[in-house]
């Protein structure tokens, strides 16, 4: 019994018309990149590394970063994500900080207190973002 790969089986789970779309492509590449990242905090475990934490994000890291990135966006922040001018008056200072979060390119790190009184750190680029 041949064994399938998460990927594989993510891209069946997508590929429900046939039809390729860029949001899939984007979706599969996140899901891909997000293994790999995985991948890379279980070796580092292995190896007695630092992070003893999960790899996602929850929603009150991700609403309290989007605020932070909405309130220095209102201060005059420069913005990560090519957005047109529409977009960028469509969506307001909230929307673009959830989609730079979104699209891993907010410049942030998100400090997690553990129980023992330790901290880690880590890049929001290298976690796993749900749609609020």
């Known amino acids: 019994m041949k064994k399938e790969s998460w990927v594989s089986g993510f891209e069946a789970y997508c590929d429900d ?67 047109s001018p529409e977009e960028r008056i469509r969506l307001g200072p909230l929307g673009i900080a959830e989609e730079e979060i979104y699209q891993q390119r907010c410049p942030y790190y998100i400090i997690r207190i553990l129980p023992n009184g330790d901290y880690e750190e880590w890049n929001l680029k290298d976690m796993i973002c749900h749609p609020i």
């Open 17 to 83: 018309d046939g039809e390729e779309t860029e949001e899939k492509k984007v979706m599969i590449e996140n899901f891909k990149r997000h293994q790999e990242v995985n991948k890379r905090v279980k070796q580092e475990r292995m190896e007695g590394g630092d992070k003893v934490t999960v790899i996602v994000i929850t929603m009150n890291e991700c609403a309290g970063v989007a605020g932070l990135g909405a309130r220095q966006i209102l201060k005059g922040s420069g913005i990560y994500v090519d957005l």
